[in-house]
């Protein structure tokens, strides 16, 4: 994904993280023991996808700073 697209993408990206976290959360305050480990399995791949995400936007400045 080129750097420009990420820009316009940013908003999306942000408001599906919103989202995500917020089914999350509302799966880990259930009273039911079911609903808290859906809401942490859940919560894993949103962890891990948040990791390569971040990564994945770190190396696309550490690449741009390197052009200069």
Do not use: H, W
């Not at 942000?14 to 859906?38: H, K, P, T, Y």
């Not at 791949?45 to 690449?63: A, D, R, T």
Request: a positive charge.
């Amino acid at each position: 994904m080129k750097p420009k697209y990420l820009l316009f993408a940013s908003p999306l990206i942000i408001l599906l993280e919103l989202i995500m976290l917020s089914c999350v959360v509302g799966f880990l305050r259930a009273e039911s023991d079911m609903e808290v480990l859906i809401g942490i399995l859940i919560g894993i791949p949103f962890i891990v996808g948040n990791y390569y995400l971040v990564n994945y936007i770190i190396s696309i400045i550490k690449n741009l700073k390197s052009k200069k």
